[in-house]
C-alpha cells in the first residue's frame, strides 16, 4: 500500500489522475482534492495498492514476548518493514482462534 499526493497545474494533476484510474492492476481509495485559492494549482492525494489476480493466503507465525508460537492465516497479506526496524502484517480476513 503506498500514500500518492500529486500536485501541480490543475490540468496536468487531473491528466495524470486519470492515468491512475485507468490502470486496471491498481485500487485507489480514501482520495481527496483540494484546490488552492487564487491559483490554477491542485492537490490531489489517495492510498494506492495492487490488485491482485487472485487473493493469496499465508500462514503467519509470530513469536510473542514469552517465547510462544502464534499462527493464523491471513488473505492478501503483506509484511511491511518500518524505518524503526519493526515489522508491519497487513491482511484481510483472519481468525486467530480458528487456528
Excluded at 9 to 32: I, P
Excluded at 62 to 86: P, Y
Aim: glycine content about 6%.
Amino acid at each position: 500500500m503506498l500514500r500518492i499526493m500529486v500536485e501541480g497545474e490543475a490540468s496536468q494533476v487531473d491528466k495524470f489522475w486519470g492515468h491512475l484510474k485507468m490502470d486496471s492492476t491498481l485500487h485507489l481509495w480514501d482520495q481527496t482534492e483540494m484546490i488552492k485559492p487564487n491559483s490554477n494549482e491542485k492537490n490531489r492525494v489517495c492510498y494506492v495498492q495492487l490488485k491482485e489476480k487472485e487473493p493469496s493466503l499465508s500462514r503467519i507465525c509470530m513469536t510473542t514476548e514469552n517465547g510462544e508460537l502464534i499462527s493464523f492465516d491471513l488473505s492478501n497479506c503483506q509484511v511491511l518493514e518500518l524505518e524503526t526496524g519493526k515489522q508491519l502484517v497487513l491482511g484481510y480476513h483472519y481468525d486467530i482462534f480458528g487456528s
